[in-house]
């Protein structure tokens, strides 16, 4: 149980593109997911937290106009990188939490890259 | 907001002896620290887990201990066998369910 898919799991495409990325937690209903990104040889850092149905909390330097992220139903959640340029070329991880409970559980991760 | 150091950045042991990775978290009010084991483009995998009621915890070669008192906690690998060889992170959580990731160790199990 306890099962988060994340796709699409690899996108390459051309700088000022938009990319949406989708989180689904498959077994459970999941109130608050969170957004992570990983630069090579770099530890996971939390972007924002994802609430159902109302706006994202977005951490400290993260622009909220930049990483849209939309938390429509208790199962799904995405994160759209507008107009990407190639510094946002990076891994970008989702978690899922079962109320009530911890631990988090991590979909495979997008890598993506901006050429 | 929390603040979690992890040392070593990078640990080679001989397959077979002890690996130990230390952190220390800066907010008291932290209850729940996960530590994540990662191989290269994978999802970080949970390995084990210590809430802040709990001093030690074990699940076969692998354990945990939390010193609430001093704010760090420790993993230590026994016994370490070439598929331990991967990047571990440490974590630390608050109330509001935030995961603060340490900066990783990167563990290299020599055969």
């Known amino acids: 149980g306890a099962v988060v898919s994340q796709h699409p799991s690899w996108v390459i495409c051309k700088s000022g593109t938009s990319v949406k990325i989708e989180c689904r937690s498959l077994d459970f209903q999941a109130t608050t997911m969170f957004w992570y990104r990983q630069f090579p040889k770099q530890s996971l850092m939390l972007m924002a937290t994802?609430?159902?149905?109302?706006?994202?909390?977005?951490e400290q330097g993260v622009e909220k106009d930049k990483f849209l992220i939309n938390h429509a139903s208790l199962t799904l959640s995405t994160l759209t990188v507008t107009s990407a340029h190639p510094e946002d070329s990076s891994f970008y991880i989702c978690?899922?939490?079962?109320?009530?409970?911890?631990?988090?559980?991590f979909g495979d991760g997008t890598r993506l890259s901006i050429l | 907001g929390e603040n979690v150091e992890q040392h070593p950045s990078t640990l080679s042991v001989q397959e077979g002896d002890s690996a130990v990775i230390k952190c220390t978290y800066s907010?008291?009010?932290?209850?729940?620290f996960p530590w994540y084991k990662q191989e290269l483009g994978k999802r970080p995998q949970l390995i084990i887990d210590i809430r802040s009621n709990v001093g030690e915890k074990k699940d076969q070669r692998i354990a945990v201990t939390l010193n609430k008192t001093a704010k760090h906690f420790s993993l230590h690998i026994t016994e370490t066998q070439p598929e331990d060889s991967a990047v571990y992170f440490c974590a630390a959580v608050t109330n509001d369910y935030k995961l603060s990731f340490g900066a990783g160790t990167t563990v290299t199990v020599r055969a």
């Open positions: 978690s899922a939490r079962n109320p009530g409970n911890q631990p988090q559980h």
């Open positions: 994802s609430n159902e149905g109302s706006k994202a909390t977005y």
């Open positions: 907010d008291s009010a932290s209850n729940y």
